[in-house]
C-alpha cells in the first residue's frame, strides 16, 4: 500500500514564511524609495538656497567658480542687521510679556473654573480669526493711538498674536497640575503670591519655557501684522526679507535663509542628542 508523504506543520509554515519573504522586503523597498522622493522634494528647493549664498554677483545667482561670503558680510552691517536686532529685541519681549499674562491667564481659571469656556474663548480668538482681519483690526486701534510704525505698535500687534499659543502650552502645563497643591500650600499658611511663586512656578517651569518658545518663535516670524502696521522705521526681518523678493530680489536673502536653516539644523541635533543621552543614562 503506497503511503503519500506528508509535511509536518512547522515545516510547512517556514516554507510559506519563505514564499512572502521577497513580497515583504519589496514593499519595504517601495516604501524607502517612496520616503526618499518625498524628503528630496520638499528638502531640494531649501537645499538650492545654501549655494545661491556663496554667489559674488549683486544678483541672485549661483557661484561661478570662487565661493565668496560677501552676502553675509551683509547681514554684519547696515540695514539688515538692523532688522535683525529689530526682530530679536521684539521676539524677546513678546515672549517674556506673553509668557507673564499667558501665566497669570491660566492660573486664574485653574483656580476658578467657572467661566473656564468663554474666557478661553475669547483670547483664543486671534487663532480663529483671519490672519488679514486682525492685521487690519490691529491696524486700525494703532492708528487711533498713534502707535503705527513703532516698535510699541508692532509689538502689540505680535502680542495678539503670540497670546494664543502661549496659552495653550500653559493649559497643557496646567492640566497636569493638582489643585490639592495649592489647597494645602494655602491651608499650611503661605499666601498666595508666595504660593503662586514657590509651589505653582516650579511645577509649571516647562509649560513657560514652551509659552515663551512659542510666542518667540510666532513674533520672530510674523509679516502679515508687520506689513500693516510697520513703515519706515521699523523694518523687522520677514518684512525685509518681504521687501527684497517683491522689489529687487536682494541675494543677502539666501545668506540670511542659509543662517537660519543651519541654526534650526543645530537646534534639531542637539535636542536629539540630549534625548538619546537621557534615554540611554540609568534611572530614566
Same mark, same amino acid.
Do not use: C, N
Given at each position: 500500500m503506497n503511503t503519500v508523504p506528508t509535511v509536518s506543520q512547522p515545516a510547512a509554515q517556514k516554507t510559506a514564511a519563505k514564499r512572502f519573504t521577497p513580497r515583504i522586503d519589496i514593499a519595504r523597498l517601495l516604501?524607502?524609495?517612496? $520616503?526618499? +522622493?518625498?524628503?528630496?522634494?520638499?528638502? +531640494?528647493?531649501?537645499? =538650492?538656497?545654501v549655494p545661491l549664498s556663496f554667489g559674488d554677483q549683486r544678483y541672485?545667482?549661483?557661484? #561661478?567658480g570662487t565661493w565668496s561670503f560677501r552676502h553675509y558680510l551683509e547681514l554684519l552691517n547696515g540695514a539688515w542687521l538692523s532688522s535683525i536686532l529689530q526682530s530679536l529685541g521684539l521676539a524677546v519681549a513678546v515672549?517674556? =510679556?506673553?509668557?507673564? $499674562?499667558?501665566? +497669570?491667564?491660566?492660573?486664574?481659571?485653574?483656580? #476658578?473654573?467657572?467661566?473656564?469656556?468663554?474666557?478661553?474663548?475669547?483670547?483664543? $480668538?486671534?487663532?480663529i480669526v483671519p490672519q488679514v482681519v486682525s492685521a487690519m483690526s490691529i491696524y486700525y486701534l494703532g492708528a487711533k493711538v498713534q502707535q503705527l510704525d513703532t516698535l510699541i505698535g508692532v509689538g502689540f500687534g505680535h502680542l495678539m498674536m503670540a497670546l494664543p499659543y502661549s496659552l495653550i502650552a500653559m493649559l497643557v502645563a496646567y492640566s497636569r497640575l493638582d489643585t490639592s497643591l495649592y489647597k494645602a500650600s494655602r491651608s499650611l499658611g503661605a499666601g498666595l503670591w508666595m504660593t503662586i511663586r514657590q509651589v505653582l512656578m516650579p511645577n509649571v517651569k516647562v509649560g513657560m519655557a514652551g509659552s515663551f518658545f512659542m510666542a518667540f518663535i510666532m513674533s520672530w516670524e510674523e509679516v502679515v501684522v508687520t506689513l500693516f502696521t510697520s513703515g519706515l522705521n521699523v523694518i523687522t526681518l520677514p518684512k525685509r526679507i518681504w521687501d527684497g523678493l517683491r522689489y529687487n530680489l536682494d541675494p543677502a536673502i539666501a545668506a540670511v535663509s542659509t543662517v537660519m536653516i543651519f541654526i534650526t539644523l543645530v537646534v534639531l541635533l542637539v535636542r536629539m542628542y540630549r534625548h538619546d543621552k537621557n534615554a540611554d543614562?540609568?534611572?530614566?
Open positions: 516604501s524607502f524609495a517612496g $520616503l526618499l +522622493l518625498a524628503a528630496g522634494f520638499l528638502l +531640494l528647493p531649501i537645499l =538650492v538656497i541672485l545667482a549661483f557661484p #561661478e515672549g517674556l =510679556v506673553s509668557t507673564a $499674562l499667558a501665566f +497669570l491667564f491660566a492660573t486664574g481659571i485653574w483656580l #476658578e473654573p467657572r467661566y473656564r469656556v468663554a474666557l478661553t474663548g475669547v483670547v483664543l $480668538l486671534p487663532m543614562s540609568p534611572g530614566r
